[in-house]
Structures are given as structure tokens and as C-alpha cells.
């Protein structure tokens, strides 16, 4: 009896666990069938460099076509390039990836379009652009210049001193150009007759037969301003206000008039700024200064205004918490006019001073200036057939290459989301991938001793300690 009695409880043992391995099994199972259909990481790193931005992953999930993204190089770079493109295609079933070593295989790399000078291809029907590195910012920008069709062109106007998008000093607009090329835009200068700039990167103004006017040229998406230090010749802002009521789309960036220092003050422009107050945008003379106190995170003084909170405009809606700078700026007072609607895209909060007077040394009178909040930044469409747009800021220094180049402000998006909005490439504004960052670990001989005693004796000893005592009460 007492055998039978161990015989059944054997087997109800061995039942047990013939459902548990099951049980395990099928859970590993699940687990794996999960892990190959909706493969979800986290990314832990400071700078989120194994993430997708914010424009990576709208551009994708938005293809209408099949995109082909095809890897070229020896075998054993596969595996680095599949950690690259997999985060793609995951997102998408759209998006497909494939790896050729052009050396072993010459003729499948050519007919797939193999470049030397780039390691990525991506392909959207007949159209093939490549990507320069095996980056994000590179293949992202390849796949909007693939997935774009039709020229579009961002003229930046050079008629009054303005920033040169081929000067890569830190008050230049080099930066600027590269963030519009990179979305499919194509860029050049344009400049009254007589004024042009480097051969080969100008497109004069054409000269009508009417005396003293000039036209903007009817092929520019997006026409430029970026802050002119003399004042714009009549016919010149004609140009620009025929162009921007008949439709076309410029950006105007206007410095502030206010004697900083020795240096003599930009022109008023005030043919132009007119011209703005017709549309509902008053740009004041002034200078805006932020009170808070945030800007010192950055290093900033109160003349750079620093924005983390912005008004509800699709040029902003994503950069919700990002910071962006806007130094020497001046404030804007925008309305409704005859045939505009303006509404504000960047503003200052309560703890900001707009001041009408600069004494010796920068000295500012709290009692003279005029009490925040302040717009910075306001865009605006003309009533027409077609509709044109405008965008106005208090300051073209936003947008120098100091500004736009800065990992830490964002101010390199909100450029090019203002140019995706003036275009009506609406779909382009985002956030837009960054260049990754090098972040060494700085090791002090004072860190590296107490790692050398953690890792090497004060750890391994107490595993040791723990496997002593356990034996000890055991024993």
C-alpha cells in the first residue's frame, strides 16, 4: 500500500511539472511571437541617440509609396548598418531595407543604384537620393528629398547688409542654408542688379520696364530677410509687398534700432516696417529683456529672451518645453488687417521688460520701460487667390549659426519649421534629427581609485562574505 501510495504521488509530481515546463514553454513562446511582431526598445541614453526624432518618424509613417533603403558595404559592416535601418522599417511596412557588399556583388550594386560617396540609397519609385553617412540626420534627409517631388527654392534677399548663407562665421546663415537644403529645399541669393554677390549663387531681381521696380522672382517658394542693416530701396519693398499680396511667402527678420555700445544701430527701415503694419504686424522700437532669470541655465543675460512655452501655431506645436533664444530682440503688437490675419507663434511671459532707452553702458531704466508679456514672433496670411503668408520676428541674430548650430536650444527647428510653414509643407514640421554627440567620460584619479576599490575588493569580498555566512548557518 505504501508503494502505491509513493507511486501516486511520483506521478502527480511528474504531472506537475510536465505543466509547468508547458506552461514556461508556451510563455516563452508568446513572449517571442510578441517580441518578432512589435519590436519596442528603450532608449535610456541621455541624448536619446538610438531614438528616431520627432521628423523621422511623422515623414515615415506618412509615405503614400514603398521606400527602398539599400545599404552598400563589405559584409562585415552589415550588422552595424541593420541596428540603423531596422529602426526604420519598423515603423513602417512601407519602408524596406536591403545589404549589398558592392565588391562581391558589382552588377546587383549598380542596377540598385550604388554611389561611391554614398553608403545609403534611398529610393522612392524612379527617384534614388543618397545618404552621405549612415546617419539618421543623413538618411532622413535623403528620404524627404526622395519622397519630395518639384523644385522648391528658399531666395535669401541680399539688399541691405543682410546675414550671407555662405558666411560659416558665427553671425553667418550657413547653418540655415544646410537646414533648408537638407529638407529638399534648393537655396540661392537674390539682389538688385548691380549688387550681386558670388557668381554662380545670385539670381538678380529682374528690372520691369516700369522705372524703379523690381520683381521677386516668380520661381522662389520662400523669400528671406534676414535682418538688413541699411534701409531697403522703395522699389525693393514694392517687390516684396507685390510679392507676399499676390501670394508668394517671405520670412522678415528686422534687428533692433537701439544704440547698444559704440556700434552704430541698423536703419529703421521704415518703408518696410510700413509695409508690415498695413498687414497687422506693429515691430516697435525697442528692446526686449527677459527678467526670469531662466536664461542663466544657459549662460544667457536678460537681452536673450529665452522661450520654452509657446502660442498654439503649428509652427510651434512641437517644440512644446524645448527652448529657443532670441537675443536683441524687439517686440511686435500684431491685429487683424484690411486683408490679414495675424496670429502670435513666440512670446515672452510677465517677467519681461521692454525697454525705449539705453543709457551709458548699457544701463537700463526699469521706470522707463513697458511691462511684459511681449511678441516676438507672429505669422500672418494675405487674402488672395492665391493666399500668401509671412512670417515676422524682432531679430534676425535667432538664426545665426551660434544659435542654429546649438544642440541645446532648439532654435535650428523652429527656423526650419517657419520655411515648412511659408511653403505649405506642413508635413515636414517637426523635430528634426540632431548630429550625434560625443560625451566623453571624464575620469579623475580621485574616481578612478574608488572604482579600482569597488569593483576590484569591496564587491568581489563581499560576495564572498555572504557565501561564508550562508555556509555558516547551514553548517
Known amino acids: 500500500?505504501?508503494?502505491?501510495?509513493?507511486?501516486?504521488?511520483?506521478?502527480?509530481?511528474?504531472?506537475?511539472?510536465?505543466?509547468?515546463?508547458?506552461?514556461?514553454?508556451?510563455?516563452?513562446?508568446?513572449?517571442?511571437?510578441?517580441?518578432?511582431?512589435?519590436?519596442?526598445?528603450?532608449?535610456?541614453?541621455a541624448n536619446k541617440q538610438f531614438s528616431l526624432s520627432d521628423q523621422t518618424i511623422k515623414l515615415v509613417k506618412g509615405l503614400k509609396a514603398d521606400a527602398q533603403l539599400t545599404y552598400f558595404g563589405d559584409t562585415t559592416s552589415f550588422q552595424t548598418a541593420k541596428d540603423t535601418l531596422e529602426r526604420y522599417s519598423v515603423l513602417s511596412p512601407k519602408i524596406h531595407a536591403a545589404y549589398i557588399d558592392p565588391t562581391r556583388k558589382p552588377q546587383q550594386a549598380k542596377a540598385a543604384g550604388y554611389r561611391s560617396d554614398s553608403p545609403v540609397v534611398?529610393?522612392?519609385?524612379?527617384?534614388?537620393?543618397?545618404?552621405?553617412?549612415l546617419t539618421e540626420e543623413e538618411i532622413t534627409g535623403a528620404l524627404v528629398r526622395a519622397e519630395k517631388t518639384g523644385d522648391r527654392n528658399v531666395c535669401f534677399l541680399s539688399a541691405g547688409g543682410e546675414h550671407g548663407i555662405d558666411d560659416s562665421a558665427a553671425s553667418g546663415y550657413s547653418f540655415a542654408k544646410q537646414m533648408v537644403e537638407r529638407d529638399n529645399y534648393k537655396t540661392r541669393t537674390i539682389t538688385p542688379k548691380g549688387n550681386a554677390p558670388e557668381a554662380g549663387k545670385t539670381l538678380n531681381i529682374g528690372q520691369t520696364e516700369t522705372a524703379a521696380a523690381f520683381e521677386i522672382p516668380k520661381d522662389?517658394?520662400?523669400?528671406?530677410?534676414?535682418?538688413?542693416?541699411?534701409?531697403?530701396?522703395?522699389?525693393?519693398v514694392n517687390g516684396l509687398k507685390a510679392y507676399v499680396e499676390g501670394g508668394g511667402r517671405a520670412l522678415?527678420?528686422?534687428?533692433?534700432?537701439?544704440?547698444?555700445?559704440?556700434g552704430q544701430a541698423?536703419?529703421?527701415?521704415?518703408?518696410?516696417?510700413?509695409?508690415?503694419?498695413?498687414?497687422?504686424?506693429?515691430?516697435?522700437?525697442?528692446?526686449?529683456l527677459d527678467l526670469s532669470g531662466i536664461g542663466q541655465l544657459f549662460g544667457l543675460g536678460p537681452e536673450v529672451p529665452l522661450i520654452a512655452q509657446y502660442a498654439s501655431h503649428a509652427i510651434t506645436q512641437p517644440l512644446t518645453g524645448l527652448p529657443t533664444a532670441f537675443p536683441l530682440s524687439r517686440s511686435l503688437d500684431i491685429k487683424a488687417g484690411a486683408k490679414t490675419t495675424v496670429d502670435k507663434v513666440v512670446g515672452t511671459t510677465d517677467d519681461s521688460l521692454a525697454a525705449t532707452e539705453i543709457g551709458p553702458g548699457g544701463a537700463i531704466d526699469p521706470k522707463k520701460g513697458k511691462k511684459g508679456p511681449f511678441t516676438l514672433a507672429a505669422a500672418?496670411?494675405?487674402?488672395?487667390?492665391?493666399?500668401?503668408?509671412?512670417?515676422?520676428?524682432?531679430?534676425?541674430?535667432?538664426?545665426?549659426?551660434?544659435?542654429?548650430?546649438?544642440?541645446?536650444?532648439?532654435?535650428?527647428?523652429?527656423?526650419?519649421?517657419?520655411?515648412?510653414?511659408?511653403?505649405?509643407?506642413?508635413?515636414?514640421?517637426?523635430?528634426?534629427?540632431?548630429?550625434?554627440?560625443d560625451q566623453p567620460l571624464n575620469?579623475?584619479?580621485?574616481?578612478?581609485?574608488?572604482?579600482?576599490?569597488?569593483?576590484?575588493?569591496?564587491?568581489?569580498?563581499?560576495?564572498?562574505?555572504?557565501?561564508?555566512?550562508?555556509w555558516w548557518k547551514r553548517r
Not at 266 to 287: F, I
Not at 445 to 470: C, E, K, N
Request: glycine share 10%.
Open 1 to 45: 500500500m505504501a508503494a502505491n501510495w509513493m507511486k501516486s504521488r511520483q506521478t502527480k509530481y511528474t504531472g506537475y511539472a510536465a505543466a509547468y515546463i508547458v506552461v514556461i514553454l508556451a510563455v516563452l513562446a508568446a513572449v517571442n511571437f510578441l517580441g518578432n511582431r512589435y519590436d519596442k526598445s528603450y532608449d535610456a541614453t
Open 266 to 288: 541698423p536703419s529703421d527701415n521704415a518703408d518696410l516696417v510700413k509695409v508690415l503694419a498695413d498687414w497687422g504686424v506693429t515691430v516697435n522700437k525697442d528692446l526686449v
Open 252 to 262: 522678415f527678420m528686422l534687428d533692433e534700432t537701439l544704440r547698444l555700445g559704440h
Open 122 to 133: 534611398v529610393g522612392i519609385g524612379t527617384k534614388k537620393e543618397g545618404a552621405k553617412s
Open 443 to 470: 575620469m579623475t584619479s580621485q574616481r578612478l581609485s574608488m572604482l579600482f576599490w569597488l569593483s576590484v575588493v569591496i564587491f568581489p569580498l563581499a560576495v564572498v562574505g555572504m557565501g561564508l555566512g550562508t
Open 220 to 236: 522662389c517658394t520662400v523669400v528671406v530677410a534676414g535682418g538688413p542693416q541699411t534701409d531697403y530701396p522703395p522699389a525693393v
Open 380 to 437: 500672418g496670411t494675405y487674402s488672395g487667390t492665391p493666399s500668401g503668408r509671412f512670417v515676422v520676428l524682432g531679430t534676425s541674430a535667432w538664426a545665426e549659426n551660434s544659435l542654429l548650430g546649438s544642440r541645446r536650444l532648439a532654435n535650428a527647428d523652429l527656423f526650419g519649421n517657419i520655411v515648412n510653414w511659408l511653403s505649405s509643407d506642413e508635413d515636414l514640421i517637426s523635430i528634426r534629427p540632431k548630429a550625434a554627440a
